[in-house]
């Protein structure tokens, strides 16, 4: 069992009093696999090494870069649906957590914020700018094209 696995199952009496605090507010709990994922996003130290290599960042200025991405996932995971403009334009190449010291698995906590944009994805408010002025025009005109 490594360092990751012990602290996560530390926290289970602290996440069964959430779950209990919060379960007639209908707040869904992480899964075992997301909180090891949100841990192993802490790891970042914010070096940047990440960013020198994102080739997204360097071809789209509204990107956050993947440093953003880890560190906002692991401190604030419910920030989620404040990304959904800038979350989709990672390409989850890799090349991040290959320079990455710390081995942060940026492209797969991408994965991650995007699956919880696609929990929330009933409600439109946190679908993409994009998306939502697509989804006006197939429903105004039957087409997705201007």
Do not use: Q, W
Request: hydrophobic share 40%; proline share 8%; glycine share 4%.
């Amino acid at each position: 069992m490594n360092i990751e696995e012990e602290r996560a199952n530390a926290m289970r009496p602290a996440r069964e009093r959430l779950v209990e605090h919060y379960k007639k507010e209908g707040l869904v709990p992480l899964s075992a696999r997301d909180e090891l994922l949100l841990i192993a996003a802490a790891r970042c130290v914010g070096c940047g090494l990440c960013t020198l290599v994102c080739p997204v960042l360097a071809a789209e200025p509204r990107y956050c870069g993947p440093r953003t991405v880890a560190m906002t996932a692991a401190r604030l995971p419910a920030a989620a649906p404040a990304a959904r403009n800038v979350i989709f334009y990672c390409t989850t190449c890799g090349a991040c957590e290959v320079a990455c010291p710390r081995k942060v698995p940026v492209p797969e906590t991408v994965a991650f914020l995007r699956l919880m944009l696609a929990r929330l994805a009933e409600d439109e408010e946190y679908h993409p700018e994009r998306l939502r002025e697509v989804r006006r025009r197939v429903r105004a005109r039957g087409s997705p094209y201007e």
